[in-house]
């Protein structure tokens, strides 16, 4: 292929890259992709879709477990780890030409290699120079380096899922949402799992009384979650790893079969020589007006994760990617209302946020009521010997509307969901209370949440 001038490059080729290429190709514009990895980005094959496969054997385990425990089923079950890869395997391998060939069929070049600037608008990749009149950077994240003696002894998440055998024992450093996560999968598969977490209170994004709760339930578990433990060191060993850590009662070590990095993620913009395009960036992150646009070089914009927007989520690498189409082919003025989009950390049962923590409601000065209980006696949990469901819900008091809601337990994924569609309508919770679910659902424990 020579080389060639587009409307647009677009680097990457995940969900904000996909939706940008393809909003662009269908509008009549010349587009070309470049991503250095396989094609579909890390949520498709590696993140959110392939670990809620894993998830899926663990739902079975889980089920079991709480059913077992008031004596209803008996029995015991496993998972086959490497069935079960393989049934990961069922959706992730196709994605890649899948998505090539969606590419072609809208006329869109793609090249496999990393891309460089080498001016304001061109680009090198694989020997090739592509000029373009508009960039889009849509590259995703990378795993933060972490201040770790022997740091590269530590396994990337993308390793985890792609582990062709379960180890015995494995070390997550970092207790975000990776950490917690992978410990739960993990833990009922069988390995023996230790979260060490820097600071004493993991997910930080998350409503902290409601993270207690999930830490109980992970501990229950057998996962052995370690808070205020600063990692210091990972070493080779003849029959593993090492772990070193500072904690509270002084340093420990841990022997462990495999450590991982299940820390924080920053965008993945080191390798694209963002200096030799005029680009200006701030420690590891882009300099973007409120329309994703670069605000040192008018041809570059950005959008998800690579942009390092407010909320590093798939459903928003879609919203922002939709603006940058629309402002790429229109007026420029668009921009992304990020109300109301929930955040689930899949864990089981799963820990839900939309909206605002109360600590942030409280800096605000806003005036609001909040009801927070745990309610493992509820017919939702009782019903499947759940021990975790609880609940904090925040209402602005003048005008009624759902400030924010915080779910733990059974369907918290799928119900946070209305909450968040409530906060996007304008909503108020008395509009809630005169909604009619289906009952007994863990929708129709709503009601009886709102203040």
């Known amino acids: 292929m020579e080389d060639k001038t587009y409307d647009v490059i677009v680097i990457g080729t995940g969900t904000a890259a996909t939706v940008t290429a393809t909003g662009c190709s269908k509008a009549g514009w010349s587009v070309a992709v470049i991503d250095h990895r396989p094609f579909g980005g890390t949520c498709a094959l ?3 879709d392939p670990k809620k496969m894993l998830i899926a054997a663990t739902e079975v385990i889980d089920g079991f477990e709480r059913m077992s425990g008031i004596g209803t089923v008996t029995g015991q079950l496993s998972i086959d780890w490497a069935a079960l890869q393989r ?21 869109i070049d793609a090249f496999h290699g990393r891309a460089r600037f080498t001016a304001a608008n061109s680009i090198e990749v694989d020997g090739r120079t592509l000029e373009a009149k508009h960039v889009v950077i849509a590259a995703g994240a990378d795993p933060v380096r972490l201040p770790i003696d022997g740091f590269e002894h530590l396994a990337a998440s993308d390793d985890f899922l792609e582990l062709p055998t379960l180890p015995r024992r494995i070390v997550l450093v ?6 917690f996560e992978f410990a739960h999968i993990a833990a009922r598969a069988g390995a023996e799992v230790t979260i060490l977490n820097r600071g004493k209170q993991p997910l930080a994004g998350f409503d902290p009384d409601l993270v207690t709760l999930l830490i109980e339930r992970t501990r229950a578990l057998g996962v052995d979650v370690r808070l205020g433990h600063e990692v210091k060191a990972v070493r080779k060993t003849s029959t593993g790893f090492e772990v070193e850590a500072e904690g509270p009662e002084g340093r420990i070590t841990i022997e462990t079969d495999l450590a991982f990095h299940s820390g924080g993620r920053k965008p993945a913009l080191e390798a694209l020589d963002l200096d030799a395009a005029n680009i200006a960036h701030d420690r590891g992150k882009l300099k973007l007006d409120k329309h994703f646009r670069s605000t040192s070089n008018r041809a570059v914009y950005a959008a998800g994760d690579a942009a390092g927007g407010p909320l590093p989520l798939t459903p928003v690498a879609a919203l922002e990617a939709h603006a940058v189409v629309d402002n790429l082919l229109e007026n420029d003025d668009a921009t992304v209302d990020y109300t109301g ?3 689930v950390v899949f864990t089981l049962p ?3 946020r939309v909206g605002m923590l109360e600590a942030e409601a409280r800096e605000q000065g806003l005036r609001f009521k909040v009801k927070h ?16 469901y609880g609940y904090k ?6 005008s009624g509307k759902i400030l924010g809601a915080h779910l ?13 569609f409530a906060m996007r309508s304008g909503l108020t919770a008395d509009a809630i209370r005169h909604a009619t679910f289906a009952y007994p659902t863990a929708a129709s424990d709503i009601e009886s949440m709102l203040p």
């Open 174 to 179: 970092g207790g975000g949402y990776i950490g």
């Open 341 to 343: 989009i929930p955040s």
């Open 393 to 398: 819900i925040l209402v602005e008091e003048d």
């Open 408 to 420: 733990i337990g059974p369907e918290a994924s799928e119900v946070i969901n209305l909450f968040g």
């Open 350 to 352: 799963p820990l839900a």
């Open 373 to 388: 209980e745990s309610v493992p006696g509820w017919f939702t949990a009782r019903r499947v010997n759940e021990s975790c």
């Open 87 to 107: 049934h990961k395997r069922s959706f992730t391998d196709p994605v890649p030409e899948k998505r090539e060939q969606a590419y072609a069929k809208l006329g």
């Open 46 to 48: 590696r993140g959110c």
